[in-house]
């Protein structure tokens, strides 16, 4: 049962009282004659105040492009869009004819950085960076 600290809390809650949200949540199963004593506290506070307040967790969440090669690029535009890319997400594959096609190898390490559009005029020679659906 709520007790108010103060008259002025007893006069402000008089009408509305702070009771849980969900009256079948089972805290302690009790045998007959038991009880539990117990006072709780509620403070309210922000993380400027104390790191307590702060709502933070070890969860963290990264958007993950799709990298689409829409036309093949090969030979020594191959080899530029690798060059290219300063986190390695581009490679080469030979083909069986002595020939060389960039692949998509390593699309986790893309940061988005939009190098290969750019330096390589990605979107004419048929490369798409999209956000994942």
Not at 71 to 87: H, N, S, Y
Request: aromatic residues 6%; hydrophobic residues 30%; proline residues 8%.
């Amino acid at each position: 049962k709520w007790q108010p600290w103060s008259e002025a809390q007893a006069l402000q809650f008089k009408d509305d009282p702070p009771i849980p949200v969900e009256p079948d949540i089972l805290i302690a199963q009790l045998r007959s004659g038991q009880e539990i004593e117990c006072e709780c506290y509620c403070e309210k506070g922000v993380g400027k105040e104390h790191a307590k307040w702060s709502p933070v967790c070890t969860a963290h969440y990264r958007l993950q492009p799709v990298i689409t090669l829409t036309k093949d690029i090969t030979g020594d535009d191959a080899e530029r869009l690798k060059a290219v890319c300063p986190m390695g997400v581009f490679d080469i594959e030979d083909l069986p004819k002595g020939g060389k096609k960039a692949i998509v190898a390593h699309p986790r390490k893309c940061t988005t950085c939009r190098e290969c559009l750019e330096s390589f005029n990605g979107e004419e020679q048929g490369l798409v960076l999209a956000k994942h659906k």
